[in-house]
C-alpha cells in the first residue's frame, strides 16, 4: 500500500492507494481535520483559561477588602459595623441564658402591650446606667447623653466662665478665689466680694437657664457686686477657663506652704512652676498640703511625686489578672528641703499615690488624719454623637512598698484632727489660729530648719 500526502486550501487531503488480492489498484481519498483547525481550539482553550483567571482574581480582590475591613473594624472600632444591629451579645460564659431570654421576653412584653406613652431609646438608656449601677463600683459610672463634657471639665480642670469659686448661701455667691489672668480679676473682682444679681436678676431669683449665662462662652455678663465699701455693676466675658490648681503661700523663717487642690490637667506644671519660685526665693522648709484633694489625672499626681522625690519607683499599676500594666518611675533629681505633708480624710486616689510614694521614701513628715483609702484608676470613652460617656475602674495602685492602700488609706505619723466644727470645712474657710493642723507642720519646720 502507497500512500501520497497533499494539501488543498489548507485541507490536508490524503489519497491512498489500495490494491486487492488480484494486484489491481484503486485510488480512495479521505479528508484529514486541517491543523489550523486544532490550533483554534487550543486559543479557545486559552481564552477560557484567561476568563477563570480574571474571575479569580477578582474574589481575591474582594476577599481581601472584606477580610481587611474585618480586621480593621476589630481592631478600631470593636467590632462595631460588623455587628452594627438590634443584637447585643455577652462574651462571658458565666452569662445564664435564662436571665438574656427573660430579659428580651419582658422588652417583647413592654413592646406589645405596654399602653402608655414611652420612648424605646430611653428604656436603652436606663439598661446602660443601670448595667454601670449594677457593678457595684461607686466609681464607675455612665454619664447620659449631653452630661459627659461636665465630667470632663470637672477632671480637665478647664471649663467656660468667668475664673472663680464661689461659696452660695440662699441669696448671694460669695466669692472665695479669683484665678489670675481671669475675666473675673481682669474686671477687678476679688476674694471677699459678693455677687448679688446676674444681668439684673437677685441671686435668689435665678431660674437655672439665667444661671448658665456664667457657662455660656462669650457671653457678656452684668453682675451686680458688693465690696467692703459699695455696690456696683461689673460687666465680665464668659472664657474658656483653666482652673488653678496650686496655690502658695509665704511664712515666716523662709516656710512655704503649698496647696495642691487637684489634680487637674495642668496640675503639674503648676507645681513646677511653684517650686522653681519657692527655690528663687531662698526657701528653707515646705508645707505641702493635699488636705481635701480628691485625685485628679495620675501623670499629674506622677509630676509632683517625680519633683518631690529621689530616683525609685513611685507606684505600680495591675489589672484584674494581676497583671503589672504601668510602673511609674522617678528619675534621680529632687528636693532637698525639709517637707511635711498634710493630709485628711478626703485626701484621695492621686493624691494618696503621691502620699503613698512619700511615706515610703521617708521623704519627710505626714501630718493629719488617715486618708480616703482609694486606689483604683479608671478608663473613660466618650460617645461624641449624643454627648455620653463611661467611666469604668480598670486597675489597681500600689505603693513603692507594694501595698494597696484600697479601702485601708494612709495614717500620718502625726495623727492630729481639727475641731469638730472645722472637720469637713475648706482650709481656706478654717479661722487663722484654728487650723492645728497647719500650725503643727509649721511648728516641726521650725525645728527642721
Do not use: W
Amino acid at each position: 500500500m502507497k500512500k501520497k500526502d497533499h494539501t488543498q486550501s489548507g485541507d490536508e487531503i490524503q489519497e491512498i492507494e489500495v490494491s486487492d488480492p488480484n494486484g489491481n489498484v484503486s485510488p480512495k481519498t479521505r479528508r484529514i481535520r486541517p491543523e489550523k483547525s486544532k490550533q483554534k481550539k487550543s486559543e479557545d482553550g486559552l481564552r477560557i483559561n484567561g476568563g477563570i483567571l480574571f474571575l479569580a482574581a477578582a474574589i481575591l480582590v474582594i476577599v481581601t477588602v472584606f477580610v481587611t475591613f474585618l480586621v480593621a473594624d476589630s481592631i478600631y472600632f470593636g467590632g462595631y459595623f460588623l455587628n452594627k444591629s438590634n443584637k447585643v451579645s455577652f462574651h462571658d460564659e458565666k452569662a445564664d441564658l435564662y436571665k438574656i431570654a427573660k430579659y428580651q421576653d419582658i422588652l417583647n412584653f413592654i413592646e406589645s402591650d405596654f399602653c402608655l406613652e414611652y420612648d424605646i431609646n430611653d428604656l436603652i438608656e436606663g439598661a446602660i446606667e443601670g448595667m454601670i449601677q449594677a457593678l457595684g463600683d461607686p466609681y464607675s459610672a455612665y454619664y447620659k447623653p449631653g452630661a459627659m463634657d461636665d465630667y470632663l471639665e470637672y477632671i480637665t480642670g478647664n471649663y467656660q466662665g468667668i475664673g472663680i469659686e464661689i461659696r452660695e448661701t440662699e441669696s448671694v455667691y460669695q466669692i472665695m478665689t479669683v484665678y489670675a489672668d481671669s475675666p473675673a480679676e481682669k474686671a477687678g473682682l476679688k476674694a471677699g466680694d459678693v455677687i448679688t444679681a446676674i444681668n439684673g436678676t437677685p441671686v435668689a431669683e435665678l431660674t437655672e437657664e439665667e444661671e448658665k449665662v456664667l457657662h455660656t462662652e462669650g457671653a457678656s455678663v452684668v453682675l451686680t457686686v458688693k465690696d467692703e465699701t459699695a455696690e456696683k455693676n461689673v460687666t465680665v466675658v464668659v472664657e474658656k477657663i483653666n482652673r488653678q490648681a496650686v496655690f502658695t503661700k509665704t511664712y515666716d523663717n523662709g516656710i512655704k506652704y503649698i496647696r495642691i487642690k487637684q489634680f487637674d490637667d495642668d496640675a503639674g506644671t503648676e507645681f513646677q512652676n511653684a517650686i522653681t519660685q519657692t527655690l528663687q526665693e531662698g526657701c528653707r522648709g515646705i508645707v505641702l498640703d493635699l488636705r481635701n484633694n480628691g485625685g485628679g489625672y495620675e501623670k499629674e499626681a506622677t509630676k509632683v511625686a517625680d519633683i518631690l522625690l529621689p530616683k525609685g519607683e513611685i507606684a505600680h499599676a495591675e489589672d484584674k489578672n494581676g497583671t503589672v500594666i504601668s510602673r511609674i518611675e522617678s528619675d534621680e533629681n529632687e528636693i532637698e528641703l525639709p517637707i511635711v505633708m498634710l493630709i485628711n480624710q478626703n485626701t484621695a486616689s492621686a493624691s494618696e499615690l503621691v502620699a503613698g510614694a512619700f511615706r515610703d521614701f521617708h521623704k519627710g513628715t505626714i501630718v493629719g488624719v488617715k486618708s480616703y483609702g482609694k486606689a483604683l484608676g479608671q478608663l473613660s470613652k466618650t460617645y461624641t454623637s449624643d454627648g455620653s460617656g463611661v467611666v469604668i475602674t480598670t486597675a489597681r495602685y500600689f505603693t513603692p512598698s507594694g501595698e494597696c492602700i484600697h479601702g485601708i488609706g494612709i495614717t500620718p505619723d502625726v495623727v492630729l484632727a481639727l475641731e469638730e466644727a472645722y472637720r469637713d470645712m475648706d482650709q481656706d474657710d478654717i479661722p487663722e489660729g484654728c487650723d492645728v493642723q497647719l500650725l503643727e507642720a509649721l511648728r516641726i519646720l521650725q525645728e527642721q530648719i
